[in-house]
Every structure is written in C-alpha cells, then in structure tokens.
C-alpha cells in the first residue's frame, strides 16, 4: 500500500516515532509491538497496531516487508526538519526581503487598500526588526509611509 501524502504527526505519535527512532538507534533493529507498548506504557499490542498503521499511512514509517523488526522512520522534508536556530544568513535576509517585496506590490497594486494589507504589512516588517534585520526592515518604511498615506491615516 503507497503511503499517502504526508501530515505532520500528532504529540501521541511524535512519541512513538521518538521511541522507534531510538530503539533502532541503541539496537540496530526496530522494536517489536510488545518492546513498544512497555516502554510507551500501552495497554495492548492492538492499540500499538493501530498508531503504527496510522503512522504508515501518514508516511511516516515504512515496513521494510511483512517480517518483525522492519520498521522504518521515514524523514518527511519540510515536516521533520527542525526550524534553524541562530543568525539569519544573507541568503536568508535576500529571500525573506523578496517575499515582502512581494506583499508591498501585491498591496501597491491593489485598486482598494484596506487596512487589513497594510497592518500585515506593518507586521512583517516588524518580523524583520524582531529578526535583527534593522536594514531590511528600513528599506520598507517608505513604503510603508506612501501605502499609509495613500489610505489616509
């Protein structure tokens, strides 16, 4: 049966892939169902069953073939990947300033400013000086200003 399109895991199912992630790791082979119900306190091999088959189907593991011990964790990109922590790069200030350029035309273009697209405007250029991107965020303001006069507040 083909995995269907990926959905991030539940808190519940974020444990068991957790566990199983480890278990291989200490082990080298996945766990069986009853290794999984004790050391998740489970109270039945059936219920592990069903979160593990919730978790194939959501393509987040994988069964090697019909055999114990072939689970898989599958790593699903744009789910799985933790959030990068630390200074933004420069790509990453070129890429964040593009897509608010984006919304600034989108809003400059628009026949009917509502104030709505300009207080998310405000926002994401706030975003930007929260970042520590005090440059970028400088760039927008008189954008800013002309959208706001253009409203007329």
Do not use: C
């Not at 199912?13 to 998740?40: K, N």
């Amino acid at each position: 049966m083909a995995a269907e399109k990926a959905i991030r895991p539940t808190k519940k199912q974020r444990e068991l892939l957790t566990f199983i992630e480890a278990f291989i790791g200490e082990h080298g082979y996945s766990p069986s169902y009853r290794e999984v119900m004790s050391g998740l306190g489970y109270t039945s091999v059936a219920s592990v069953a069903l979160h593990i088959n919730s978790l194939i189907k959501r393509g987040h593991l994988r069964k090697r073939d019909r055999s114990a011990r072939s689970l898989e964790v599958v790593k699903v990109r744009g789910l799985d990947d933790e959030p990068s922590v630390g200074p933004i790069s420069e790509a990453q200030e070129k890429w964040l300033a593009i897509q608010i350029d984006f919304y600034f035309a989108q809003a400059e273009k628009s026949k009917e400013l509502s104030q709505r697209q300009l207080d998310e405007l405000y926002v994401l250029v706030g975003a930007l000086r929260v970042l520590g991107l005090e440059g970028a965020a400088q760039s927008f303001l008189p954008r800013l200003a002309a959208l706001r006069e253009r409203l007329g507040r």
